[in-house]
């Protein structure tokens, strides 16, 4: 059985966060948090409506884990204020291999590295005292932001568990699964992660939901890693959420401004580095399907070398349909039209032009992307060899 242990004294701290045991005059702002829509969808355990009853209950139980040793809750606060910013907690399993760890973080405070900061000061408390040979942090599928948070902290992805846990109306849902062991542990503390603040959506479902019972800046490795650059959520390339990471390119083979193709099996891949940093998408125009990777790159906007089309490879939107016009991503119609400026000469009714009128000029599609010990990978839905 593990060591039951004390809240740090004092408490744990890298100067911008502190951790430390729950207070009653916490519940106010836990209830505030808790009203997140974001956090009630990825915590689907957690009370709706939640109340401060429950923000209550949740700080006796956590006080109580603390006395049983039976898991290790802590409050994220502003080290400086001690405002609270979230929670943060290790829960315990039968033995050293089957322990968790989940966190939220409250919307405010979003955005400012938070729940990487509060992750690492509680993995290196906990391996050290509990001599822990697998931690284990998960995350609903679609949590893209909670498992761009797991990476940066050093864990690492293991793959998609089926029917892990279970939802509001008590339906089997999947889970993503990362863990962290001693040695990544070492390697992530030699290997610190670099790049902009965390995209920190709401908690994983490893996270003790502050009531009755349930992570683009991915990790990067090297000094002077390039940044990736963030996409629309919604905008995610079908069949990545649980892919694994394939490496599809040298970091010493890109530049600031260039467009490359990458095949890998049957895909054609654009990799891209824009003025917002890297993107990996489809190598076809939305239109015609011309490969993008031989257009023109002017900051964010790509274009097609056919038909004039240019799109914004930060949004994944239409900045300019292509001359032989289109329906858009909306489903609206556009006239073809000239570069010159002079008026599009009409087409005579055929099955061609009835073909261009439903042409639909689709938004782009994302592939999450990061760096690692000088690669460029991707989250792909093919099979590595």
Not at 48 to 65: G, I, K, N, S
Not at 114 to 139: D, G, K, Q, S
Request: hydrophobic share 40%; glycine share 8%.
């Amino acid at each position: 059985m593990a060591e039951k242990l004390s809240p740090p004294n004092p408490p744990l701290s890298d100067g911008v966060i502190s951790l430390r045991p729950f207070r009653a005059d916490d519940a106010p702002d836990i209830t505030a948090a808790c009203q997140d829509p974001e956090i009630q969808r990825w915590i689907p355990i957690i009370p709706v409506p939640y109340t401060e009853t429950d923000a209550r209950r949740f700080v006796l139980m956590t006080l109580q884990a603390w006395h049983d040793g039976t898991g290790y809750e802590f409050a994220v606060a502003d080290a400086a204020t001690d405002r609270y910013l979230g929670s943060v907690g290790l829960h315990l399993g039968p033995n050293p291999r089957r322990h968790a760890i989940g966190y939220l973080v409250a919307p405010e405070a979003r955005g400012r590295g938070i729940a990487t900061r509060a992750i690492r000061l509680v993995t290196r408390w906990a391996f050290e005292r509990l001599a822990i040979e697998r931690l284990a942090l998960w995350t609903l599928p679609g949590n893209v932001a909670s498992q761009a948070v797991a990476e940066k902290a050093g864990f690492r992805y293991e793959g998609l568990v089926r029917n892990w846990e279970s939802d509001r109306d008590d339906r089997p849902i999947d889970a993503v699964m990362f863990s962290m062991t001693p040695e990544d542990l070492a390697d992530a503390a030699e290997n610190p992660a670099e790049g902009p603040a965390d995209a920190e959506g709401p908690a994983d479902a490893t996270e003790d939901a502050p009531g009755p019972r349930r992570p683009p800046s991915p990790r990067n490795r090297i000094s002077g890693a390039p940044p990736i650059a963030r996409y629309p959520r919604e905008l995610r390339a079908a069949g990545t959420r649980a892919a694994p990471f394939v490496e599809i390119a040298a970091i010493s083979d890109l530049t600031p401004g260039s467009m490359r193709r990458v095949t890998l099996a049957d895909l054609d891949l654009l990799v891209a580095w824009t003025a917002d940093g890297i993107v990996v998408t489809d190598d076809r125009c939305p239109h015609m399907s011309a490969p993008l990777s031989i257009g023109e790159l002017a900051g964010c906007v790509v274009a097609c070398p056919l038909h004039e089309g240019r799109f914004d490879l930060r949004s994944g939107e239409t900045v300019q349909m292509p001359t032989t016009g289109g329906l858009d991503a909306d489903g609206l119609y556009h006239s073809p039209w000239s570069p010159s400026g002079a008026p599009a000469n009409p087409e005579p009714p055929s099955r061609k032009l009835a073909a261009r009128r439903l042409t639909r000029v689709n938004r782009l599609r994302y592939y999450p992307t990061r760096t690692r010990d000088g690669r460029l990978e991707a989250q792909l839905p093919i099979l590595p060899e």
